[in-house]
């Protein structure tokens, strides 16, 4: 079984200010980690993905994570948010390529002006 | 690109009907589906996974009687909520992946489901 913890349910900041969104996981077999984004009734698209290799993963909109496997975290990251980015944000593991998604229970970002 | 589509993107409902929710991949033959249930303020919580020409299989607590899933064919799965209740009321995904081997799943814009 595995599971996904996300430390902070709401994340609110300021427009220009670096954010960090922090996840966990539990897993007893390796896992891919996904990051995805939703926005208000809408579904979920993928931020960036960790397969294997470099734990530093570069995503769209300017996003990163870094894969700490002795932690077992994969916080996500920028370091300058924008309005636009306000938006519920999910990270989820699968145990092999195609499987179901296991999700965390979502952290809100709220970029203030 | 791999585009997933949902239709409809809100249905209202009475109590009693039935209620068809379809996923289609447009651009790309998805040997299988997954279907989620989203709460407000809540994550997205896995009801079935779908392949093409077999039966759906359940998460455990989700009825297989009443929420009904077909996937006929390599682009489309179909979810059918058999006579709903208010307590179906909720947001419904739907995510598709290419292959086997595939690391990423496509979602579709959800399905706002309210009973009446």
């Known amino acids: 079984a595995q599971s996904v913890t996300q430390l902070d349910s709401q994340v609110p900041v300021f427009e220009e200010a670096p954010v960090e969104l922090r996840c966990n996981y539990s897993?007893?077999?390796?896992?891919?980690l996904f990051w995805y984004v939703q926005y208000p009734n809408q579904g979920l698209q993928l931020l960036l993905k960790?397969?294997?290799?470099?734990?530093l993963v570069k995503g769209i909109n300017g996003f990163e994570a870094e894969f700490n496997k002795s932690q077992t975290s994969f916080h996500l990251r920028k370091p300058s948010v924008h309005i636009s980015d306000t938006a519920e944000y999910f990270c989820?593991?699968?145990?092999?390529?195609?499987?179901?998604?296991?999700f965390g229970e979502g952290t809100q970002l709220t970029v203030n002006p | 690109g791999a585009v997933v589509s949902q239709h409809p993107s809100r249905v209202i409902c009475k109590s009693g009907t039935s209620v068809k929710i379809e996923c289609r991949s447009l651009?790309?033959?998805?040997?299988?589906m997954f279907w989620y249930r989203q709460f407000p303020k809540q994550s997205l919580m896995l009801m079935a996974t779908?392949?093409?020409?077999?039966?759906?299989?359940?998460e455990q607590g989700v009825e297989k009687d009443k929420f009904l899933i077909n996937h006929a064919s390599l682009t489309l799965s179909t979810l059918t909520v058999t006579s709903a209740h208010p307590e179906d009321s909720s947001f419904y995904i739907c995510?598709?992946?290419?292959?086997?081997?595939?690391?990423?799943?496509?979602f579709g814009q959800g399905t706002r489901l309210t009973v009446v």
């Open positions: 651009d790309f033959q998805a040997t299988t």
């Open positions: 897993s007893s077999v390796s896992v891919y």
């Open positions: 779908s392949n093409e020409g077999s039966k759906a299989t359940y």
């Open positions: 995510s598709a992946t290419k292959g086997p081997m595939n690391t990423e799943a496509f």
């Open positions: 989820a593991v699968s145990q092999t390529s195609g499987s179901r998604l296991t």
């Open positions: 960790y397969l294997s290799g470099s734990t």
